[in-house]
């Protein structure tokens, strides 16, 4: 199974600022990679696919990039809605794997 | 909209069975994939299987062989995930979630989640 490994663990952020996460495979995934966002009691919201593409709905201030084995979720000018729990998971190949999870929190 | 309304929370005994369910709306619900995804306190997310509500499909993480059995009701648009033997380490957030029946699609729409509880 490709191995999938999200930094940092924890990340703290005031509203109007940018922040990056990573994701890194343990193998090439080509740029299949899903970024998805989980709230507690919504339903997690798929936010990025295939590397850089926006999901319909999700707001510009959300980009993906990176290839390979190197991938980087950026949301730039924090709204308070965007706290929470992040999420990486490959889409290349059987099974799915998922990165461990980053918690966005306010500082 | 599209939708998964999912089942309520289980409380259940070590080497039960429970089978959890995930109605689907706003979509036809045998033209995409149904996946299901376990979630455990402090840890990550972990892929069980899918299964083609079309024609009945499915496909397994191997972990999971024996433990998951994948069904769908297209009369009621709804999935079902059964799982067995249960042991504490079944205790879990269970998730549907969608996708298109192609290879390398992502998850699309997601259900609230099902927590089961495994407690003698």
């Known amino acids: 199974d490709v191995q999938m490994t999200q930094s940092p663990y924890n990340l703290a952020a005031s509203p109007g600022e940018s922040v990056s996460i990573n994701c890194k495979a343990s193998k090439s995934i080509s740029k299949y990679l899903a970024w998805y966002q989980q709230k507690p009691g919504k339903a997690n919201k798929l936010l990025i696919y295939d590397g850089s593409t926006l999901q319909s709905g999700i707001p510009s201030r959300f980009s993906g990039s990176g290839s390979g084995t190197d991938f980087t979720l950026t949301i730039r000018s924090l709204e308070p809605e965007d706290f929470g729990l992040y999420y990486c998971?490959?889409?290349?190949?059987?099974?799915?794997?998922f990165g461990g999870g980053t918690k966005l929190e306010l500082k | 909209q599209v939708q998964l309304q999912q089942s309520g929370a289980e409380l259940v005994k070590p080497g039960s069975s429970v089978k959890i369910s995930c109605k689907a709306s706003g979509y036809t619900f045998t033209s995409y994939d149904m996946h299901w995804i376990k979630q455990q306190p402090g840890n990550g997310l972990e892929w069980i299987g899918w299964i083609y509500p079309g024609n009945g499909n499915t496909k397994y993480n191997q972990k999971f062989n024996g433990k998951a059995t994948l069904t769908a009701d297209k009369s009621s648009s709804t999935a079902y995930m059964q799982l067995s033997s249960l042991t504490s380490e079944d205790s879990a957030v269970y998730f549907c979630a969608r996708s298109v029946p192609l290879r390398r699609a992502p998850f699309d729409y997601w259900g609230q989640g099902v927590m089961v509880t495994v407690s003698s």
């Open positions: 998971q490959q889409h290349n190949e059987y099974p799915p794997t």
